[in-house]
């Protein structure tokens, strides 16, 4: 079957669909795009499905080749993107023929970019997912990440309607974020000032960030319970080692863990924490549960909205 | 009221995140609390099964993950209410038994010398103690595949190492606390190493890619070398001391 083939693989680039969900038992992550709703951008463009599998391109460099027909959108960080060495739009469909070769320069904005492809790479699934862990050795091709002369498979589509995401849509990525923090888990172990000093302090992202989890450093948090049996980890989860230094846990977390934890930041923020470099400055700002759940559910009607606002070319 | 009963009533519910829920029974390593913990989770799969993304069982928790676009923290905290009204008083092990084969030696185990000299015992004895009781699968996490077995024997209980290793062979059976542990793959680690399972922990391309769950019971079997690599266990190679061979060196 024909479809892509890598050319250079760039800084890190990862085969993803939006995640391996019901695998805790197992022990298995959850992987997917580190910035989801910008994933979902790049599928939304192209009429897939929103499970499709894309590429997750960190920091940039990745160049392919079409071998097919098909339609390419790139979302997220902000690069130079080419096709055939002319430059070409982000957040917008392209159509690609045999031999084009793609190119994504380094990221100007941003870390992570997406590329998808109409239909999909088609990619076999392990465990409910092609999400690629590479501490797992899940996912992807055989749990590696890609590498150049790895071919991709894809079903040629020649017609398409060509779609652009509004300029006024896309996400901004900032120097510094504002994180809202669910109070959650352990968080009446840590007395009423500790948690003010999280909130009052800014922190700044360390260069120990990866999509397992994100350091911060800043003001040091204590927390009076140091014992903890291991439980479950959910996404975003603000995890308090005993040097105070926060570790915000993301999409290849480990499922269990021991460290007392404060809370967990919104999956909508998480997403923009992913595109932060080593330096941003990061706040936290406590919200309800019910907040959160209004917020995300604002985000899907948002969503839903602008997805009947896009350009057609 | 008896010890369970009282656990019964115990439970905490607390918010997580977004779209999770924390169970809580006591904070205790307890084989009762683990068998609560894997009742909890088949009275909720039952109960919400549509809502339910996934769930995450521990020592003494259940992580309750849910759908925040179909149903919210009131209406799941509730659903768990009603469903765990249901949860009996239950000595018995629901999960089964599995039996492991280990290979015991210093050759397969390099820490099993160390044990027995700071516990004053034979290595024979590490090795039976070992083998002596059933143990309970706690929680499954860390690497896919990776078991938490307990309890290991007191007088079996080490510390883990103060520098971790930087390669722990697949296979590996090993003791850190009172826990022990089958490594599921090659990975750094800290525990204590006293022997090979030549039984594969996680295998992606089986159809069971786990031989046990939460709540299974375990026993280590011994069996020696031949018999190790007749069921496929394969010896890594290990830092031997460097020996000086006639004939080949001057």
């Not at chain 2, 460097?242 to 080949?248: A, F, H, R, V, Y």
């Amino acid at each position: 079957m024909s479809g892509f083939t890598i050319i250079a693989p760039g800084v890190l680039s990862l085969i993803q669909d939006s995640g391996r969900f019901g695998q805790g038992a197992l022990g298995l992550t959850n992987g997917g795009p580190m910035d989801a709703p910008s994933a979902a951008w790049a599928n939304r463009l192209l009429g897939n499905h929103s499970n499709a599998t894309l590429i997750e391109c960190s920091v940039g460099g990745l160049q392919l080749r079409a071998d097919t027909h098909s339609y390419i959108a790139v979302t997220g960080a902000t690069l130079p993107l080419t096709i055939n060495g002319k430059a070409a739009e982000q957040w917008t469909a392209h159509k690609v023929q045999p031999d084009d070769l793609i190119e994504l320069g380094m990221v100007t904005k941003g870390l992570r970019a997406y590329i998808a492809v109409a239909g999909g790479f088609t990619i076999t699934p392990q465990f409910g997912s092609s999400a690629t862990v590479l501490r797992e050795a899940i996912g992807g091709l055989n749990g590696n990440k890609l590498r150049a002369g790895d071919k991709l498979s894809a079903n040629s589509i020649d017609k398409l309607q060509r779609q652009r995401l509004p300029a006024r849509y896309r996400p901004q990525f900032n120097q510094v974020l504002t994180l809202r923090l669910i109070e959650g888990y352990q968080a009446q172990s840590f007395t009423a000032t500790e948690r003010q000093r999280l909130y009052l302090n800014s922190y700044k992202v360390t260069p120990q960030a990866d999509r397992m989890g994100y350091k911060l450093s800043g003001s040091a948090i204590s927390c009076q319970q140091t014992q903890l049996l291991s439980e479950g980890i959910c996404y975003g989860s603000v995890q308090i080692p005993p040097d105070g230094q926060p570790i915000v846990l993301l999409n290849d977390r480990q499922t269990l863990g021991g460290y007392p934890k404060i809370g967990s930041v919104l999956s909508l923020d998480c997403a923009l924490l992913a595109q932060a470099g080593a330096g941003t400055t990061v706040y936290f700002t406590p919200i309800s549960p019910e907040q959160a759940h209004n917020a995300l559910c604002l985000a899907k009607v948002r969503t839903a909205a602008i997805s009947s606002q896009l350009v057609s070319l | 009221m008896t010890r369970l009963q009282h656990q019964l009533n115990q439970y905490q519910l607390t918010v997580a995140g977004e779209n999770a829920l924390m169970l809580y029974f006591d904070q205790r390593i307890d084989p009762v609390i683990s068998a609560l913990v894997q009742q909890a989770c088949t009275l909720i799969r039952a109960e919400l099964a549509e809502d339910i993304i996934d769930l995450l069982p521990s020592y003494a928790s259940v992580l309750i993950l849910f759908n925040p676009l179909s149903t919210d923290h009131y209406r799941v905290q509730a659903q768990l209410q009603h469903c765990l009204a249901h949860l009996q008083n239950s000595n018995q092990h629901s999960g089964k038994l599995v039996e492991l084969p280990v290979y015991y030696s210093t050759e397969s185990g390099p820490d099993l010398a160390l044990i027995a000299s700071t516990k004053n015992i034979s290595v024979a004895e590490v090795i039976q103690r070992h083998q002596a009781v059933s143990y309970r699968v706690y929680a499954i996490g860390f690497a896919p595949g990776f078991a938490y077995l307990g309890e290991v024997d007191p007088l079996l209980q080490m510390p883990r190492l103060a520098t971790p290793r930087a390669k722990v062979p697949r296979g590996a059976v090993a003791i850190a606390d009172r826990q022990t542990a089958v490594y599921p793959a090659a990975s750094p680690g800290g525990w204590n190493l006293i022997g090979l399972c030549p039984t594969r922990m996680f295998n992606p391309a089986a159809e069971h890619a786990m031989p046990v769950a939460v709540g299974d019971e375990v026993r280590f079997v011994a069996i020696d070398k031949a018999e190790f690599l007749r069921l496929g266990g394969e010896l890594p190679e290990l830092e031997l001391p460097k020996l000086e061979c006639s004939g080949t060196k001057p």
